[in-house]
């Protein structure tokens, strides 16, 4: 017999629903977050016993919110317990997205059915031959693989979750709702900390169903008038329960307001990074429209804090995660990161590499247009041409200003009156078309 | 804890067999603080008092070192300045007493405008070592480099000191850190 025995792990056995073991450590136990790209840049995904905050400083938009959906949905999807302190915790559950209906792979397909409109586009088109054997530009992570798919769900943001689903979840002790009510005596943050720490020596010993903790909004008029040391606290304490837990992870996203160095003083994010194992920034563009305007295919950038890396001295996201392409030279860790943006489209929320647009920016540029577009295009400029020349016979007996333009424009609306028939028929020449009532315009 | 275990593992250091031994104590200061956000003044005396009765409990000679991980946090969690400072005087004058050394770790998030905390602790301390990130920004080859000023009640350092101007560099690894000179790291030679 040889001395080399190979070692045979039974993962599938040892290991709770909806983990799996992290690709850095055998000691790590990951979980995902419910979005593919969000995992991606955690390192596969969060850790157990660790926390995950969500700074979203933009009080017009709710991207911080939507992660957090996004993590019960998956929590509830893949059979883990999830516990929800909020003020309004059954509507939030409510609003969660959910797995659409019919097959998997073929919702797949309709999902990515917008994605491929935009791509297919640039298929056609014959760019330089030394660009050819290059791989196609890719920005995010694909989603769910079908080995993946018990791990992280595919869901559909146009999907709400049913109702019997929240109530089955409900009944069998999945799902727990902490309300929090500043008028309570029972919602100041040491007692909420005892509330979960009750809860966890409780339900969380005798199971072994990993459970997570979702708090959407802390801070937030719910919670009464919390004080910076309060907040700070409060994630401490947390974050001690979870380190005594280990099948337990949380996720949280503060009350917009104080997501901000200006509430907490200078390097409140820092302290903020500090006591939380991962932290990300979902800076949105949606308060600053010149930054919209640059950067049209994304809703907002993405800025790391903090990684966790519970049983490494090097979080595991800098060397297996795709998105931030650190990973690339092995040996020295990299040249640069990547900017990270994010964009929610109808039916999910992608994080990705920032890149510009094409042709760098404003719009994308077709070629070649569409067959119905040219269509369309016809009809305009028949209308149009008619209505010119009318203007123009109009102007002719009236006006003799600008005399060189209504002759041009005289000559072409003749020749679109006559010819209309052939204009219809051949793909039409460029023209050049005044309009009076939309003076700044030239149609080409 | 564990993180701790598992990063010590690495460099081949069992660190449960030393905390069965009694050479490795830890106090977990966090629980002290765990009855929440008021009394604050008694879990500094408590935890003090646990550190000097396992610092007197040692036998004599015996080489000691106090680590107190991290003093920021307790700053930033509510504990009055003022509290932090007497407790910070008591512990390096229990520290004194029984020869034993002392290392704080204080996190500086606003580098430019030192805190009334850093300030105390650079009046009291003999040797102050600065950890900085790069200053061009990140880097995969050097995470970082590293200084070591004298306090102010020392005038003849035992060590020779490393001045900020010729920092020693260093990166973290899956196992540990390297240090290395300025300039000869591996991703730049």
């Known amino acids: 017999m040889s001395s080399f025995k190979r070692k045979t792990i039974s993962k599938q056995a040892s290991l709770p629903p909806g983990t799996r073991l992290s690709p850095a450590s055998l000691l790590t136990t990951i979980t995902s977050t419910g979005v593919p790209s969000l995992d991606d840049i955690l390192g596969g995904g969060l850790p157990l016993s660790c926390s995950l905050l969500i700074l979203a400083p933009d009080s017009h938009s709710a991207y911080g919110e939507l992660v957090q959906k996004y993590f019960v949905a998956q929590g509830l999807a893949c059979g883990q317990r999830v516990c929800l302190l909020d003020g309004n915790a059954k509507g939030f559950v409510e609003e969660c997205m959910w797995m659409p209906h019919g097959l998997p792979t073929k919702s797949h397909v309709v999902e990515d059915e917008e994605d491929a409109k935009a791509t297919q586009h640039n298929d056609t088109i014959k760019i330089a031959w030394r660009y050819e054997q290059m791989k196609k530009f890719q920005t995010t992570v694909p989603s769910s693989i079908s080995s993946m798919e018990e791990y992280c769900r595919t869901f559909d943001l146009t999907c709400r979750i049913p109702h019997s689903i929240i109530g089955d979840a409900l009944q069998s002790g999945n799902l727990i709702y902490l309300n929090i009510d500043s008028t309570q005596s029972d919602s100041c943050p040491t007692k909420i900390i005892r509330r979960i720490e009750a809860y966890l020596q409780n339900g969380g010993q005798v199971s072994s169903i990993p459970l997570r903790i979702c708090i959407p909004s802390l801070g937030s008029p719910q919670w009464g008038d919390l004080t910076p040391q309060e907040i700070l606290w409060f994630m401490h304490s947390l974050q001690r329960l979870l380190r005594q837990h280990p099948l337990t992870c949380a996720s949280l996203s503060l009350s917009p307001h104080i997501c901000s160095d200006v509430w907490g003083g200078s390097g409140w994010i820092q302290k903020l990074g500090w006591f939380s194992d991962g932290a990300f920034t979902l800076s949105a563009f949606t308060a600053n429209p010149s930054l919209a305007t640059i950067f049209p295919a994304h809703h907002g950038l993405l800025h790391i804090h903090t990684l966790p890396a519970p049983h490494t001295l090097l979080p595991p996201s800098d060397k297996f995660s795709a998105l931030r392409g650190l990973s690339s030279a092995s040996s020295t860790g990299g040249s640069g990161e990547n900017n990270l943006a994010f964009k929610c489209m109808r039916k999910r929320l992608i994080f990705e590499t920032l890149h510009l647009d094409l042709e760098g920016g404003v719009g994308d540029r077709r070629t070649t247009p569409s067959t119905n577009a040219i269509a369309l295009d016809i009809g305009m400029q028949s209308h149009d041409h008619g209505h010119d020349a009318e203007k123009q016979r109009k102007a002719g007996d009236t006006a003799v200003l600008h005399v060189d333009v209504e002759v041009e424009v005289g000559a072409e609306g003749n020749k679109a009156e006559t010819s209309s028939v052939d204009i219809k028929v051949k793909k039409p020449k460029k023209t050049v078309a005044f309009q009076s009532d939309r003076p700044e315009l030239y149609d080409f | ?189």
């Not at chain 2, 003090?48 to 036998?59: D, I, P, R, V």
């Open chain 2, 1 to 189: 804890m564990t993180r701790w275990k598992t990063i010590a593992a690495k460099s081949n250091l069992n660190l449960a067999t030393h905390l069965t031994s009694n050479s490795l104590v830890f106090v977990d200061v966090s629980a002290a603080f765990d009855t929440g956000l008021d009394s604050k003044q008694p879990a500094l005396r408590s935890i003090y008092e646990m550190t000097s009765a396992e610092l007197t409990g040692q036998q004599e000679g015996a080489s000691m070192m106090v680590i107190l991980d991290d003093i920021s946090s307790l700053e930033w969690t509510g504990v009055s300045l003022l509290d932090l400072i007497r407790f910070i005087r008591a512990l390096r004058s229990l520290c004194l007493k029984s020869n034993a050394s002392l290392i704080i770790r204080h996190h500086v998030v606003t580098p430019t405008e030192p805190d009334d905390l850093l300030r105390q602790l650079l009046q009291i301390c003999t040797y102050h070592m600065d950890v900085q990130p790069l200053s061009s920004g990140r880097s995969g080859a050097v995470s970082g480099e590293i200084a070591l000023h004298a306090g102010p009640s020392v005038d003849d350092p035992d060590f020779p000191l490393i001045p900020r101007s010729a920092a020693v560099q260093y990166r973290l690894t899956d196992t540990g850190a390297v240090f290395f000179g300025r300039g000869t790291g591996g991703g730049v030679l």
